[in-house]
């Protein structure tokens, strides 16, 4: 197998639940510029349900839950799972006791209210748009995801934040230029604005992490993701006016 279609299946296999057994992965931080990829291909699916309820005329924000359900069972609700657990984590008094609570597989009421939120905000600012905004804001999310490997520490010793690695710089670059491309359908300007409200939220994540936990886990890259793209489909809803794209 060529080598950028390897590093995009180690992608696919670390992000998605797709069935990608047979494909022998390269080590993720080379893989971390196909994260637009995946994002592409999980907002694909996403984007067929939408396009499939849309035109049976189903109502818009049904049309949006649905095209959302999609992308998680695409995903396995990984990233859903690492909002939740970052957001339990949250509760913790001491740096030890968040980092333990993000591990039990339990869900509390943080989790339970950050996954209500967050869904419900996405779904009905996606009810006015269309499938551009759903496939570009699922592909620039997944692009600060990298970033994240790259410029936080893992706050563990263990866990994906560790095993991931560092990527390089170029890699990184090469992720973010990739998800800003993968905005453009939605217009320029739209896209500027969507860039900019992913970029902010995710900083605002990557700070408090670094504060909170001192790094980056796999709980936290999933809260990276899912915020940023909260964001990234709130942007593009205000600066469209609500229109499909």
Same mark, same amino acid.
Not at 14 to 28: D, F, G, H, S
Not at 183 to 207: E, S
């Given at each position: 197998?060529?080598?950028?279609?390897?590093?995009?299946?180690?992608? +696919?296999?670390?992000?998605?639940?797709?069935?990608?057994?047979?494909?022998? &992965?390269? &080590? +993720?931080?080379?893989?971390?510029?196909?994260?637009?990829?995946?994002?592409?291909?999980?907002?694909?699916? $996403?984007?067929?349900?939408?396009?499939?309820?849309?035109?049976?005329?189903?109502? &818009?924000?049904?049309?949006?839950?649905?095209?959302?359900?999609?992308?998680?069972?695409?995903?396995?609700?990984?990233?859903?799972? $690492?909002?939740?657990?970052?957001?339990?984590?949250?509760?913790?008094?001491?740096?030890?006791?968040?980092?333990?609570?993000?591990?039990?597989?339990?869900?509390?009421?943080?989790?339970?209210?950050?996954? +209500?939120?967050?869904?419900?905000?996405?779904?009905?600012?996606?009810?006015?748009?269309?499938?551009?905004?759903?496939?570009?804001?699922?592909?620039?999310?997944?692009?600060?995801?990298?970033?994240?490997?790259?410029?936080? &520490?893992?706050?563990?010793?263990?866990?994906?934040?560790?095993?991931?690695?560092?990527?390089?710089?170029?890699?990184?670059?090469?992720?973010?230029?990739?998800?800003?491309?993968?905005?453009?359908?939605? $217009?320029?300007?739209?896209?500027?604005?969507?860039?900019?409200?992913?970029?902010?939220?995710?900083?605002?994540?990557?700070?408090?992490?670094?504060?909170?936990?001192?790094?980056?886990? $796999?709980?936290?890259?999933?809260?990276?993701?899912?915020?940023?793209?909260?964001?990234?489909?709130?942007?593009?809803?205000?600066?469209?006016?609500?229109?499909?794209?």
């Amino acid at each position: 197998m060529a080598e950028p279609l390897r590093d995009v299946a180690t992608a +696919l296999i670390w992000l998605t639940r797709l069935p990608l057994r047979a494909v022998v &992965p390269v &080590p +993720l931080a080379r893989a971390v510029w196909a994260f637009p990829v995946v994002g592409l291909v999980v907002g694909m699916c $996403g984007a067929a349900v939408l396009w499939a309820a849309q035109a049976v005329a189903l109502p &818009p924000l049904t049309a949006a839950f649905l095209a959302l359900a999609a992308m998680a069972m695409v995903t396995g609700a990984l990233h859903e799972d $690492g909002l939740a657990d970052y957001a339990d984590g949250c509760g913790g008094t001491t740096r030890a006791r968040a980092l333990e609570i993000m591990r039990d597989a339990r869900i509390g009421s943080y989790g339970v209210l950050a996954l +209500l939120l967050v869904v419900a905000i996405k779904a009905s600012a996606l009810s006015g748009l269309g499938i551009a905004a759903l496939i570009g804001a699922a592909a620039v999310s997944r692009a600060g995801m990298a970033a994240g490997l790259r410029w936080l &520490p893992p706050a563990r010793a263990d866990g994906l934040g560790r095993q991931a690695g560092r990527p390089d710089a170029g890699r990184v670059w090469l992720a973010l230029g990739l998800g800003a491309a993968l905005l453009l359908p939605c $217009g320029f300007a739209p896209a500027l604005a969507g860039i900019a409200a992913c970029g902010v939220a995710q900083l605002m994540i990557a700070r408090h992490a670094l504060r909170r936990l001192g790094g980056q886990t $796999g709980d936290v890259l999933g809260a990276m993701q899912q915020l940023g793209e909260a964001a990234t489909i709130l942007a593009l809803s205000a600066a469209m006016g609500g229109g499909a794209a």
